[in-house]
């Protein structure tokens, strides 16, 4: 910082005097000190933030509750408009007049952005928007293509339809990414865990909200107009785009209150920290990759079952339609309370591989059920309710165990990758499968792909055990390697520290007259060569010689 003091007449100082040096040295002392008595306070406001009510002040309780709200409802809109077709498959099929195979490439189409998107989400929020305003876009997006999928219907277009999905997908799986970055911005430590589960809660919720709700919906359209045709279609989709623009209304608030917490508290914007370099997949080993096929095996059996769920509850087990609504959201019921608990169990107990072999066969079990058996589906639902739980607990924190931390963003971005290819897919191919074949193949195939999962399970779990990798060691033993990488690394930190104390103890002091002839030097005044701070070092390096 260069000081320029005015004179009288408004004209600036021709000359460079000593003085000056020490006016413009004590300037820069009391601002140091007033930045000391700032950061001692807690933050370069916190005066005024004393004063502040407790829901608006950023440092207290209630306001973080208020935002974590906003960051919940951030993707509620987005995870209920998500399976809107899932919820009006009927409809969807009669007033558009499409097989199943058109139809879930509703789903497929919102996949196919993601296959690239998830390498770059992380990547869009840190250094081209920031997270506020990429929040902000991507909630755009979301609205925008829910509009257009509604508006294809309206008019009866269904490649509008599909472009609307298209780009409802381009928002939705970097909304999350932003939702997560939000999160770790906010909360710290151990709140972090519940935040993240409240935020998977929520995301369940919206999705069990539409499964019983947009039908409901539909009705009270076709009463109010008199028929069933895409225009009551399509303004049960625009009806149902309202929660997608109460999401935006999230965003933009959050935004808000974001930005006055950065100037209140002095805090940076929230980044994702992922680092994305596609070389490193060449890296990648084997245990990863087995990860990756049970995540797509395992996800395939899943999704595309819940779309085309509810017309299969109708045909095979004559249920009425609300019912079928019911049973077919039960996967997300029980997700959404049960994620936190087999969260914070897995953390306990440790044995990653064996949770995940169970969720495997629990998965496998109910599809068996299904497929073969005339018993009461809520019991295989339930099932596949608790083991999709418990699998997204134990797999996807794997990842960690067996990639090195500058490589994390890279395994997870090819993992969402892989994972939206495969959904894609299994999409079109399960509506493909279920228009010539019928629903009891369309069962089989599921099996075959949690078959496909188990086996990968099982290999991941010799692989593991012959490489003597900690994929399946328990907590406690975790805990315990832990501590004692913990303990060697504060070792060599303290040894690096000695290195660097003892090298700076050779090093030329640079005191407060040589700093002052530095900065007197760097403004152009002449300095007697025996003032040159330059000459003073060499001197004392020939010393040293």
Not at 78 to 87: G, K, Q
Not at 99 to 107: E, V
Not at 126 to 150: H, K, Y
Request: aromatic share 12%; proline share 3%; with cysteine.
């Amino acid at each position: 910082m260069q000081c320029h003091p005015r004179r009288p007449g408004g004209q600036a100082a021709a000359g460079i005097q000593l003085p000056l040096a020490d006016r413009c040295r004590g300037h820069r002392q009391q601002r140091a000190e007033a930045e000391e008595e700032e950061e001692e306070d807690g933050g370069g406001s916190a005066g005024p933030l004393r004063a502040l009510p407790a829901v608006c002040d950023p440092r207290r309780l209630p306001h973080r509750f208020l935002v974590l709200a906003l960051m919940c409802f951030l993707g509620f809109g987005s995870y209920f408009c998500y399976d809107n077709p899932a919820a009006l498959q009927t409809q969807v099929q009669r007033d558009m007049k499409v097989n199943t195979a058109q139809f879930m490439a509703l789903y497929a189409w919102c996949s196919w952005p993601n296959v690239v998107l998830c390498f770059f989400g992380g990547f869009l929020i840190d250094r081209v928007f920031g997270i506020r305003l990429g929040t902000i876009i991507f909630s755009i997006f979301v609205c925008v293509g829910q509009v257009i999928f509604a508006l294809g219907a309206l008019l009866n277009t269904f490649w509008l339809m599909n472009m609307g999905r298209f780009i409802f997908g381009i928002g939705g799986e970097s909304l999350a990414v932003a939702q997560n970055t939000y999160a770790v911005s906010w909360f710290k430590g151990k709140e972090l865990n519940l935040v993240f589960g409240l935020q998977l809660s929520m995301a369940r919720i919206g999705s069990t909200v539409n499964m019983n709700i947009m039908g409901w919906i539909y009705s009270r359209v076709q009463d109010l107009l008199g028929y069933t045709s895409p225009s009551t279609l399509g303004l049960t989709l625009m009806i149902g785009g309202i929660t997608c623009l109460f999401s935006l209304t999230c965003a933009l608030i959050l935004a808000y209150l974001d930005k006055r917490a950065e100037k209140l508290l002095c805090k940076e914007q929230g980044k994702t920290g992922e680092v994305i370099k596609l070389t490193d997949v060449k890296d990648f080993s084997f245990s990863l990759w087995l990860i990756f096929v049970i995540c797509v095996c395992y996800y395939a059996a899943v999704f595309p079952f819940i779309g085309l769920g509810k017309v299969f509850f109708i045909e095979k087990f004559r249920f009425s339609s609300q019912e079928a609504s019911a049973i077919n959201s039960i996967v997300y019921i029980i997700s959404a309370p049960m994620s936190p608990v087999f969260g914070l169990l897995v953390d306990k107990l440790g044995k990653n591989i064996i949770w995940v072999l169970c969720a495997v066969i629990t998965t496998l079990a109910s599809h068996i059920m299904l497929a073969f058996t005339f018993w009461n589906p809520w019991i295989a639902m339930c099932l596949l309710g608790l083991a999709y739980s418990l699998l997204a607990c134990a797999l996807w924190p794997m990842v960690a165990f067996v990639v090195p931390e500058h490589q994390l963003g890279t395994a997870y971005g090819f993992m969402q990758s892989i994972q939206n290819l495969g959904l894609a897919i299994i999409a079109i191919a399960a509506g493909m499968i279920l228009d010539t074949r019928g629903y009891l193949f369309l069962e089989v195939f599921f099996s075959a792909c949690v078959c496909l999962s188990l086996i990968a399970v099982v290999m991941l779990y010799f692989v593991n055990h012959l490489t003597g990798g900690d994929l399946n060691w328990s907590a406690k033993k975790r805990e315990k390697l832990q501590k004692v990488a913990a303990t060697e690394a504060e070792e060599q930190e303290r040894l690096r520290r000695q290195n660097e104390d003892d090298l700076a103890k050779l090093r030329p002091k640079a005191d407060e007259f040589s700093l002052r002839n530095k900065y007197l030097s760097k403004l152009g005044a002449q300095l007697p060569d025996n003032y040159s701070s330059y000459l003073s070092t060499m001197v004392h390096r020939s010393v040293l010689k």
